[in-house]
């Protein structure tokens, strides 16, 4: 398993098949997000979202070989990262997402300075999948979030 990152936030059909199936339950997303997302795509069936990207996010593919596995996303909220995460039901079950999940975490350094949260609906059918794999990657549960690092917090001195 190999992580390739992109520069700009990409969507494809592969995701958006996989939105189309799990956005609401999994991700929260509505109808007209989904639908907002069908149409970015056009005809061309993929687009590289300039408009919804920023250079401190981090936006994985998740490869094996060189088949598309899914997607790991780290993204800057202010004072942390929130991490999001998919595996394309075709290869969930084979430990990629832990995998990708340690290998994002270390890639990016981002727990150096930043908190990571990582939110699971308790709509999601992932969510038994998606709570081992945080758990194996050393998140702690605490208010509806899993965890992991501490906002580092510097204090200045007068001379």
């Known amino acids: ?13 592969v995701e958006f098949e996989h939105f189309v199936k799990y956005g609401e339950s999994a991700y929260g997303l509505t109808k007209q997000e989904i639908q907002g997302y ?3 795509l056009g005809t061309e069936r993929a687009f590289d979202s300039e408009e919804h990207s920023y250079a401190e996010d981090y936006y994985f593919d998740i490869l094996v ?12 909220m ?11 039901d075709a290869y969930s079950g084979n430990g990629y997402g832990t995998e990708a999940v340690q290998s994002a975490l270390r890639t990016s350094n981002v727990l150096d300075v930043y908190e990571v949260r990582a939110r699971v609906l308790p709509t999601s059918p992932h969510e038994r999948f998606a709570r081992k794999i945080f758990l194996s990657n050393d998140f702690q549960e605490s208010d509806g979030y899993f965890v992991k690092g501490r906002r580092k917090r510097y ?3 007068r001379s």
């Open 1 to 13: 398993m190999d992580l390739k990152r992109r520069t700009l936030r990409h969507v494809d059909q």
């Open 65 to 76: 070989d060189t088949q598309l596995v899914g997607r790991v996303l780290l993204l800057k």
């Open 38 to 40: 069908d149409h970015e």
């Open 78 to 88: 202010g004072h942390y990262f929130q991490l999001d995460l998919m595996v394309f």
């Open 155 to 157: 204090s200045l001195q």
